[in-house]
């Protein structure tokens, strides 16, 4: 007999290794409990990264670049039209009664700002029209919502047949945002404990993963983060963790989980104060598989990232865990995870899940 076949829908095709990390988590669980994942990708079904170069002139660019953070938005119109556009052959094309349930997550971000609030509709009022349960599994929220993002995530929050959220905080605010009930379920790369882990391996250096720009940028309000910095000035604080390290005897190893992380490691490691300690850096160029990505996370005594899925991964392999705080997710990461073990994580999402499987059941 067959095992019965589980769409999972998430961002599995991006060049985010903690992306990767999730979904492998979720394919593990859904073996653990005898079912045939099958995944496709939320947003799209390919995404091309094209890495972006680093220019550091504090002068007109990064004048423009303040404009744009302050005054730029783009037509959410226009560009939910294109996304529905683009995606509609491909979802049309999958057979959901093919499949007992549907999972859409986990990891996403329920947000405004990209086309997560389209993406989301589209994808479970189609389940539903196709009459199969579809639940919404280990996201999270963000802090601020337009009146049509809200309109859109709370008509597929309210249809979904179940809502796990991971991060505490965020049950409230779905409730607040978008009248929708939800539970706890504990961020689902967590599923791949033990089996990640590698015994018996030596700490032999550090891990200081300088995270995008692009992030700091992005989340600038929503931290609260006091004055802007600089490009310049934000690569400052990398280049002073890697000092630090390394005048305290450490080995430092540059490595990164997105493409875009891997220019700013990569630009940093090449800087002239850098290189005059290169003897004792090392340097990831490219972007690594989550295979090899965990590889090199064996051997690290402690983490440093702005990314929470490199945190996580870290914390699974018993590294020395070193946030940067870049975003809210950081901040619920330390509240809700960072004190208690892996063993008991994995064990909180088994019952979860188990209490989900039982409704589907039904």
Same mark, same amino acid.
């Given at each position: 007999?067959?095992?019965?076949? *589980?769409?999972?829908?998430?961002?599995?095709?991006? $060049?985010?290794?903690?992306?990767?990390?999730?979904?492998?988590?979720?394919?593990?669980?859904?073996?653990?409990?005898?079912?045939?994942?099958? =995944?496709?990708? &939320?947003?799209?079904?390919? #995404?091309?990264?094209?890495?972006?170069?680093?220019?550091?002139?504090?002068? *007109?660019?990064?004048?423009?670049?303040?404009?744009?953070?302050?005054?730029?938005?783009?037509?959410?119109?226009?560009?939910?039209?294109? +996304?529905? !556009?683009?995606?509609?052959?491909?979802?049309?094309?999958?057979?959901?009664?093919?499949?007992?349930?549907?999972?859409?997550?986990?990891?996403?971000?329920?947000?405004?700002?990209?086309?997560?609030?389209?993406?989301? &509709?589209? +994808?479970?009022?189609?389940?539903?029209? /196709?009459?199969?349960?579809?639940?919404? !599994?280990?996201?999270? =929220?963000?802090?601020?919502?337009?009146?049509?993002? #809200?309109?859109?995530?709370?008509?597929?929050?309210?249809?979904?047949?179940?809502?796990? !959220?991971?991060?505490?905080?965020?049950? $409230?605010?779905?409730?607040?945002? &978008?009248?929708?009930? /939800?539970?706890?379920?504990?961020?689902?790369?967590?599923?791949?404990?033990?089996?990640?882990?590698?015994? %018996?391996?030596?700490?032999?250096?550090?891990?200081?993963? /300088?995270?995008?720009?692009?992030?700091?940028?992005? @989340?600038?309000?929503?931290?609260?983060?006091?004055?802007?910095?600089?490009?310049?000035?934000?690569?400052?604080? +990398?280049?002073?963790?890697?000092?630090?390290?390394?005048?305290?005897?450490? #080995?430092?190893?540059?490595?990164?989980?997105?493409? $875009?992380?891997?220019?700013?490691? %990569?630009?940093?490691?090449?800087?002239?104060?850098?290189?005059?300690? @290169?003897?004792?850096?090392?340097?990831?160029?490219?972007?690594?598989? !989550? $295979?090899?990505?965990?590889?090199?996370?064996?051997? /690290?005594?402690?983490?440093?990232?702005?990314?929470?899925?490199?945190?996580?991964?870290?914390?699974? @392999?018993?590294?020395?865990?070193?946030?940067?705080?870049?975003?809210? #997710?950081?901040?619920?990461?330390?509240?809700?995870?960072?004190?208690?073990?892996?063993?008991?994580?994995?064990?909180?999402?088994?019952?979860?899940?188990?209490?989900?499987?039982?409704?589907?059941? =039904?």
């Amino acid at each position: 007999m067959f095992p019965d076949k *589980v769409l999972v829908i998430n961002e599995n095709c991006s $060049d985010n290794i903690g992306d990767h990390a999730i979904n492998e988590g979720v394919k593990s669980l859904l073996r653990e409990n005898g079912f045939e994942p099958v =995944c496709v990708g &939320f947003d799209a079904e390919l #995404k091309v990264v094209r890495a972006k170069k680093i220019i550091i002139k504090d002068g *007109v660019r990064d004048k423009l670049r303040k404009i744009k953070y302050k005054y730029l938005t783009s037509n959410i119109f226009f560009k939910y039209l294109r +996304w529905v !556009l683009e995606n509609k052959k491909r979802i049309a094309a999958i057979n959901f009664s093919e499949y007992k349930f549907v999972i859409i997550g986990g990891g996403q971000l329920i947000q405004a700002g990209g086309t997560f609030p389209i993406a989301l &509709f589209k +994808w479970v009022t189609d389940i539903k029209r /196709a009459r199969v349960p579809v639940y919404i !599994l280990g996201v999270g =929220c963000a802090e601020k919502f337009g009146h049509v993002d #809200k309109q859109l995530i709370s008509i597929a929050l309210n249809k979904s047949d179940g809502l796990f !959220l991971r991060e505490k905080r965020s049950i $409230d605010k779905v409730n607040t945002f &978008f009248s929708a009930n /939800a539970l706890y379920i504990p961020d689902l790369a967590y599923s791949l404990y033990p089996s990640i882990v590698k015994r %018996e391996v030596k700490k032999k250096y550090v891990i200081i993963g /300088a995270t995008s720009y692009y992030v700091y940028m992005k @989340n600038i309000k929503e931290i609260n983060a006091g004055e802007y910095k600089s490009l310049s000035d934000y690569i400052h604080i +990398w280049v002073e963790l890697i000092k630090k390290e390394v005048s305290s005897g450490e #080995k430092v190893v540059l490595a990164s989980t997105t493409i $875009d992380d891997a220019v700013l490691n %990569e630009f940093i490691y090449n800087m002239p104060e850098i290189k005059s300690l @290169n003897a004792s850096i090392t340097l990831v160029k490219d972007l690594t598989s !989550l $295979d090899e990505y965990l590889d090199i996370l064996a051997q /690290a005594k402690r983490v440093y990232s702005g990314r929470m899925h490199s945190l996580i991964l870290g914390h699974i @392999n018993g590294c020395e865990i070193r946030p940067i705080r870049l975003n809210k #997710k950081i901040d619920y990461y330390l509240d809700e995870y960072s004190d208690r073990a892996p063993v008991e994580i994995k064990k909180e999402i088994s019952d979860v899940f188990n209490t989900l499987n039982k409704d589907v059941k =039904c």
